[in-house]
Every structure is written in structure tokens, then in C-alpha cells.
């Protein structure tokens, strides 16, 4: 049975869909050396770069968050599989500058294996840079060790505030500081009800029941916590809302960034019941949404789900995440 999607040959996935997404973002972002996508308006050198990685399949992260006020360079693999090291060193080699460039890795094998023999490489040509690795899922367990805990979509307010703090000019240490406070004090939790499949064979990723759902899927069909009935968005919003709150140590009176992360084939209308569903539990321990997002910004192809991100916020990570900024995935004015 042929797969149902409106591709050409598989092998040239990523080339075509880069230069898709380059045409209809040419106005903020432009394709260099195949895979590395750019700001088209480079900021200036005094200013700290930020360079991210990972492979692609998930549109619009992670290159939609490349443009003023977020990311300088995101460096592309092939569907769900990291860049080699030589591409990133490349991209290392283009945004470096005195000002430094903050490196920022999810935790993923492919994607901290390409990471650190890239960075190693770049130590050699005296690139200054601080790496950060992104590790928001809680599926482990939120006491779990860093190294076993996934980045999702977490990295997206990241990049946008860590992006932010770059724009205004703070140094390199102050920008890695800001991020890793926010790296910090978020947590994400994911949840399927369907599979996808892998658009270059045509394989499903995972197994799930017409029947069930699993809360803490990872984006690529890694286990989470088991399979379960199905629940209601209310049910479904409050038992994945207070694993989070627990895991960020939120309490009555804090703020909260929220986001509700479509997984690609989950509709708005679902998304949107589910965020009313976190905020009818989070009004009942006095918890106040401070800023929110409901919609897709890493995707898993056509999985049905979501990824729900808490994070706690003060009065400057607030301020960076309102901050302007102009990228395909999120503008701000």
C-alpha cells in the first residue's frame, strides 16, 4: 500500500523541505551549505550567537525558531536523526565571534554524540562557546539523573528567551545563566494516542490500541509510563498538570509559562479544551498563568497528542519571553 504522504523520492526529504521552508521564510531566514539554516539579517558579532541541532521531521522546530530575537544557526539532520559532527563544527565556525555562542543540545544519543565531537573540534580552533543540554522530560521520574531525561518541547521557550537576553546585549556568561535558569525550573510531559510514520519508509514508529493512550511518549516512539484507557482532556489535563507542577516545586502565588505542544495530527479544538482543563486545576491551587502557548511547535509527523511544558517564571524571564522577536514559528511585536 503506498504511503499517504505528498513527498517526491524519500532520499531527498530534508533538501526539499529546507528549500521549501526557505522560500516561504525568505523575508527571516536563509539556507547555507544545505542543511545549516540562517537569520537572513545576521545580528552583530558583538552579540552572543545561539546554535541549536537536530533532525528534521518535527517542523516547524527546530529551524522555525531561527530569526531575530531567538536563534542565529540551527544545524539539520536527516528525518529524526542528528546532523554529523562536521555540520555542526560548520555552523560553530560561522557564528564564531569574540562574544561567544551558546550551544544549546537536546538531550538526545545522536544529538549529544554529534554535540560533543563537534564541540571537541571546535575547542581545537579555539571556538568560544557554552554548551547547555535540554532535559524537561519528567517521564523518568522528575528526580531522574539529567543524562536520562529527554529534551522536548521545552527548548523553544529557550531559545526564545535566551535569545532575547542575547538581543539586549548581555555577555555570554549572563546569557548561559538566564537559560540555564530556565532550563531549571521547566518541566514537560508528553502524551500519544496514535502512531506516526517514518515518511521515508513508511513504518510506524509505535504500537498503541485504538483503545489507549500513553502519558510520556517520547517524540519518536520512545516507552513511556505504559499504555492506559483513554481519559477525558479534563482527566488527562490534570493528571499530567500536577505531575508538572510537582516537578517545577510550584506553589500558590508563582507564574507559570504554559505551553500545549500539538504532536502534529491533534486538532486545535482538542488543544485548546485541555489548556482550559489546566487552567480550572491550576485556579484551584492558586497557581497563576503567566504567559501561554497552545499549538504546534515540535511535531512528530502525524502523531495525535501533546506535549504539555510547564515552567516557573520571574519578573525577567517573563520580560525576555514578551521580548520582540521575528521567526517562522513566533513573532512577537
Not at 256 to 268: C, M, R
Not at 324 to 333: I, S
Request: with cysteine; net charge negative; charged share 20%.
Amino acid at each position: 500500500m503506498p504511503m499517504k504522504k505528498f513527498i517526491n523520492d524519500p532520499k531527498n526529504l530534508t533538501r526539499e523541505l529546507l528549500e521549501g521552508f526557505a522560500i516561504a521564510h525568505r523575508d527571516t531566514i536563509t539556507l547555507k551549505s544545505e542543511k545549516i539554516v540562517c537569520r537572513s539579517q545576521p545580528k552583530p558579532t558583538s552579540k552572543v550567537a545561539l546554535v541549536t541541532l537536530g533532525g528534521s521531521g518535527h517542523e516547524p522546530a527546530l529551524s522555525g525558531f531561527v530569526g531575530p530575537g531567538a536563534l542565529d544557526f540551527s544545524v539539520v539532520g536527516d528525518i529524526f536523526a542528528a546532523p554529523g559532527p562536521p555540520k555542526v563544527l560548520e555552523a560553530l565556525r560561522m557564528a564564531h565571534r569574540d562574544a561567544g555562542i551558546l550551544f544549546i543540545v537536546l538531550n538526545h544519543a545522536g544529538d549529544v554524540m554529534s554535540a560533543d565531537m563537534a564541540a571537541k573540534m571546535a575547542d581545537k580552533e579555539g571556538i568560544k562557546y557554552h554548551m547547555i543540554l535540554t532535559h524537561d522530560d519528567i517521564a523518568p521520574g522528575a528526580n531522574a539523573p539529567a543524562e536520562d531525561r529527554r529534551g522536548l518541547v521545552g527548548c523553544c521557550p529557550l531559545y526564545k528567551i535566551a535569545g532575547a537576553a542575547a538581543e539586549a546585549g548581555k555577555n555570554l556568561e549572563e546569557v548561559a545563566a538566564i537559560a540555564n535558569r530556565f532550563n531549571d525550573n521547566m518541566a514537560t510531559l508528553a502524551v500519544a494516542m496514535r502512531t506516526a510514520t517514518h515518511p521515508a519508509s513508511g513504518q510506524t514508529i509505535f504500537d498503541l490500541a485504538e483503545n489507549e493512550m500513553e502519558i510520556g511518549m517520547g517524540q519518536h516512539g520512545e516507552a513511556g509510563t505504559g499504555p492506559s484507557p483513554i481519559l477525558t482532556a479534563d482527566q488527562t489535563a490534570e493528571l499530567m498538570c500536577s505531575r508538572l507542577v510537582a516537578a517545577v516545586g510550584a506553589t500558590a502565588g508563582d507564574r507559570l509559562l504554559l505551553v500545549i505542544n500539538g504532536a502534529g495530527a491533534t486538532t486545535l479544538m482538542e488543544l485548546y479544551i485541555v489548556l482550559r482543563g489546566c487552567k480550572k486545576y491550576l485556579d484551584t491551587l492558586g497557581i497563576h498563568i503567566a504567559a501561554t502557548h497552545c499549538g504546534e511547535w515540535l511535531t512528530v509527523q502525524e502523531m495525535a497528542g501533546f506535549q504539555m511544558c510547564v515552567a516557573k517564571m520571574d519578573d525577567e524571564l517573563l520580560a525576555y519571553y514578551h521580548a520582540p522577536c521575528r521567526t517562522p514559528a513566533m513573532t512577537v511585536p
